[in-house]
């Protein structure tokens, strides 16, 4: 009997598209902070039917748009780790255009996007047919204008607290950005600033880059 060529028994390994993903904060006088998240629609191609964060993929016409000041020392150098500089700009301005499409709410036109701070990194797990090479930043409600509306790509699309997030049946990539996220809320931004690795989940395990 033959041997089937490698091609036939190994699944094709689909390559992961850049994307980002805005986790808006809303602090409150007295409480935990509240996200605003959204749920994803039954038909949708990737996390159907879970709460997630307003974001998508980086598009090439991102990586040259203008923005109206750019991504902060910080921000920058912590993208950079994996990514160009020209990737950098794009992906800071695809998570406001998302936030745009998706929540009808702004960063500005151009966008401003020294408000945004990074959080994680997440690839998707190969074989899927769909991966997504993720950036997950963070920015204060405060420094965002307009009215929650959005495309309808997210339902329900609101604000919510992170105990009663936690509470939903959260796909795992999401849960595991919540747990990074609350250690993120516990830092100082100096402390954040300073911070020499960030973390990445990629070959299936959590590595600090």
């Not at 912590?78 to 998302?98: D, V």
């Amino acid at each position: 009997m033959s041997t089937p060529p490698l091609d036939a028994v190994r699944p094709r390994t689909v390559p992961a598209r850049h994307a980002a993903s805005l986790i808006v904060l809303r602090r409150r006088a007295v409480g935990e902070p509240e996200l605003l998240m959204g749920m994803r629609g039954a038909g949708h191609k990737f996390s159907p039917n879970r709460l997630v964060f307003p974001g998508g993929a980086v598009d090439r016409a991102d990586l040259r748009a203008q923005a109206l000041t750019p991504l902060e020392p910080a921000t920058r150098r912590h993208l950079e780790k994996a990514a160009n500089p020209l990737l950098a700009h794009g992906i800071g301005i695809a998570a406001a255009r998302e936030l745009m499409e998706e929540t009808g709410l702004s960063l500005g036109e151009p966008p401003a996007l020294d408000g945004l701070a990074y959080l994680c990194r997440m690839v998707t797990p190969s074989p899927r047919p769909l991966r997504f090479n993720a950036r997950f930043l963070v920015i204060e409600a405060e420094r965002t204008s307009g009215r929650i509306g959005g495309d309808g790509e997210l339902e329900g699309l609101g604000f919510i607290g992170i105990a009663e997030a936690l509470a939903f049946d959260l796909a795992p990539p999401t849960r595991r950005v919540f747990d990074y996220l609350l250690t993120w809320l516990t830092l100082s931004p100096d402390e954040r600033a300073a911070r020499d690795t960030t973390p990445a989940y990629y070959l299936r395990k959590w590595r600090q880059e």
